[in-house]
Structure formats: structure tokens, C-alpha cells
């Protein structure tokens, strides 16, 4: 299940409806789609992977959801998981909007990594785990999906 702040709980399928409708409101507009995961530790390991649907320079949708894990400690396990969930979102996602006949759409990985902290010395792998995927990969401070949007429903 996705969250989507103004129309609440949506299943899979009402999501990519939701955005099939937002992408042809403005056929003409350039759209990114934005996938980004962040985590946080406490009981267990809670994971939020946000989607973000971006009319470039004219706003943006976003739909969330929520996964409960086994504790990782690790900040190397933490950010490798956090990525492939993104990455399984991608996939899903572009299946779906293929068979709605919407195509070639920007796609980008938001990973929660930057150069200031203990994750720089992960960054080459995680963003040549997502660029091998033939996708985009952004890091923070770029990585607004993640770092942002997803860190708000961590906590």
C-alpha cells in the first residue's frame, strides 16, 4: 500500500492511475520521476520509500509507503537495502506505466548518501549498484526524495 497525502491510502494500481492522469493534464510539460529511500533504526528497522512525480518548474506529486524490517545496524547493509527497495519500486512502476502507454519518462534513484559524513565512502558503490540498473542515481544534496521526503515519515 502507498500514502499519498491528499488522497490517503492507495493500492498499487491507484497510484500509477494517479500519476497516468497528472503526466497527460500537460503533455507538454517535462516530468521526472523521482524514487528515494530512507531509513531509521529503533525497534527493528523502518523504511520509507518516497515517489515523487515532478512537472519540471510547475510542482509535484508524492505518494509514500511504509516498510518494517529486522534491525540493521550496519550503515553499509542500511543504505544497500534502502536502494534496492528504490530500485524494486523503479521496476514495478515502469511495468506499469508501459501498459498505461506512458513511456520514456526521466526516471531517478534519490539515494540517501552525500560526501560530508560516514557515507562517502559508499557512494561509488551504491551509485554504480543504480546507474548499472540504467538508471540515474543522485546523492544528497540532490538527493531530495530520500533525504527529505522519505526522512519525513521515518521518524
Given at each position: ?46 523504511m ?20 518494517h ?49 560516514p ?8 551509485v ?13 544534496p ?14
Amino acid at each position: 500500500m502507498f500514502n499519498s497525502p491528499t488522497r490517503g491510502r492507495m493500492t498499487m494500481e491507484q497510484m500509477v492511475d494517479d500519476l497516468v492522469n497528472y503526466v497527460r493534464e500537460d503533455h507538454n510539460a517535462d516530468y521526472r520521476l523521482l524514487i528515494g529511500t530512507d531509513s531509521h533504526t529503533k525497534q527493528g528497522t523502518h523504511m520509507v520509500t518516497a515517489i515523487i512525480i515532478q512537472r519540471v518548474g510547475k510542482g509535484a506529486r508524492y505518494f509514500y509507503r511504509h516498510s518494517h524490517h529486522l534491525s540493521m545496524h550496519s550503515l553499509r547493509q542500511k543504505l544497500f537495502y534502502e536502494t534496492a527497495l528504490s530500485l524494486e519500486v523503479v521496476f514495478a512502476l515502469r511495468e506499469e506505466l508501459a501498459r498505461n502507454l506512458v513511456v520514456g519518462l526521466r526516471m531517478e534513484i534519490h539515494v540517501d548518501a552525500g560526501y560530508v559524513g560516514p557515507t562517502r565512502e559508499l557512494i561509488r558503490e551504491v551509485v554504480g549498484m543504480v546507474v548499472a540498473n540504467g538508471l540515474v542515481a543522485q546523492v544528497k544534496p540532490h538527493s531530495f526524495a530520500a533525504s527529505a521526503v522519505a526522512d519525513k515519515y521515518t521518524k
